[in-house]
């Protein structure tokens, strides 16, 4: 009877280190189905930034013709000039001196969804986080998570210009906008735009 316990055991402790081993030696590419979430984020990360037009401006050469997936994502020397001064798409890789190395994956969500980033200070126009803000938590951590993973580039943008000062080098200007496209605030709401005709 002692012994048929002890060949019970012994089978027992035998087929458990058989599973661990097949387990630990498993081919690379079988332990990488085992989890396809992380893949699929990425993946979704990737086509929502794609669609979502991110390296029209944060990718060096798009506007010349010849974006450089080299540098993707990395920032853009030119610069948007407006009633806000002059802004520069940022460098969105993960580098932490130049990029977003530093930032949380919550962090970039929260900038995505507000326009605040970090330190408090507001994203500036054209960045249209406004568009963003309605972003599910799968798409917006997606998007997040693709940023985090690319090739962390270093490449420091030119600082944002405020109103009134001067600038050099490559710029954008927005003009300043006809009656119809002025912003509308209540001060003008009872006084009509130019012209007399009330705004509706």
Not at 24 to 49: E, I, M, N
Not at 114 to 128: D, E, S, V
């Amino acid at each position: 009877m002692r012994a048929v316990r002890w060949l019970v055991v012994f089978a027992f402790v035998a087929a458990v280190a058989a599973a661990f081993v097949t387990v630990s030696c498993s081919p690379p590419a079988q332990q990488a189905t085992a989890s396809p979430g992380a893949a699929d984020t990425l993946a979704r990360g990737k086509y929502l930034v794609t669609l979502m037009g991110c390296q029209d401006c944060h990718t060096p050469g798009t506007f010349y013709g010849a974006m450089d997936r080299s540098r993707d994502l990395s920032g853009s020397e030119v610069g948007w000039q407006g009633g806000w001064g002059v802004s520069y798409p940022r460098n969105l890789t993960p580098d932490p001196e130049t990029g977003l190395g530093r930032w949380s994956r919550g962090q970039i969500v929260t900038a995505l969804r507000t326009g605040i980033r970090p330190n408090g200070t507001a994203l500036l126009p054209p960045m249209p986080w406004p568009n963003y803000s309605s972003l599910t938590d799968a798409d917006a951590y997606a998007i997040a998570a693709y940023l985090q993973s690319l090739p962390p580039i270093r490449h420091q943008v030119p600082a944002a210009v405020p109103p009134g000062q001067p600038v050099t080098g490559a710029v954008l200007v927005f003009p300043p906008p006809p009656a119809w496209d002025a912003p509308h605030t209540a001060a003008a709401e009872g006084t009509g735009a130019a012209g007399g005709e009330a705004r509706p």
